[in-house]
């Protein structure tokens, strides 16, 4: 029994020395107040999301998209709200869920392409896309929205 686990012991610690890490990067721009979400592209980098507050207190929106290799491709600031949520859509690019009750799709470069709240929705806490690209969203009082690919309320 005393030499199984030592072998077990042994293929464990072989197994995470063996890992190799690709990147290890910190990302604090001024501002930013912290990252609330991550999500993995289809090519293998990422986007993240979290919430930045200007010079004016209001909290807005921070996107990033990053390469494989952790190399910033692209980092914006949008409308107020902070984002919560962030999901990789279909088309390369990626639907953002904010504490303000709203959603923004934005495109492959970071540009925005539709940004939508939702009425009795005070902060949307969640979203994904389905294979058949409509969407789905939660928010913190228990809503569940399913909405087309343009972001209109299907129920």
């Known amino acids: 029994m005393r030499l199984i686990l030592i072998f077990c012991l042994l293929l464990f610690n072989l197994s995470?020395?063996?890992?190799?890490?690709t990147f290890?990067?910190?990302y604090n721009l001024p501002g930013m107040n912290g990252g609330l979400a991550l999500a993995v592209m289809e090519d293998g980098g990422f986007v993240g999301t979290g919430?930045?507050?200007d010079n004016g207190g209001t909290c807005r929106i921070y996107a990033?998209?990053?390469?494989?290799?952790?190399?910033?491709?692209?980092?914006?600031l949008y409308n107020s709200g902070g984002g919560i949520a962030i999901d990789a859509t279909y088309d390369n690019g990626v639907i953002i869920a904010a504490c303000s009750g709203e959603l923004l799709k934005i495109d492959s470069l970071g540009v925005p392409e539709?940004?939508?709240?939702?009425?009795?929705?005070?902060?949307?806490?969640?979203?994904?896309?389905t294979t058949d690209s409509t969407y789905f969203a939660g928010g913190a009082s228990g809503q569940l929205l399913k909405l087309d690919s343009l972001g209109d309320v299907i129920w």
Do not use: A, L
């Open 16 to 21: 995470v020395i063996g890992q190799d890490n």
């Open 24 to 26: 290890i990067r910190t």
């Open 51 to 53: 919430q930045h507050s």
């Open 64 to 76: 990033y998209r990053i390469d494989e290799c952790g190399n910033i491709i692209w980092f914006n």
């Open 114 to 129: 539709w940004e939508k709240k939702y009425g009795s929705v005070s902060c949307m806490e969640s979203v994904i896309q």
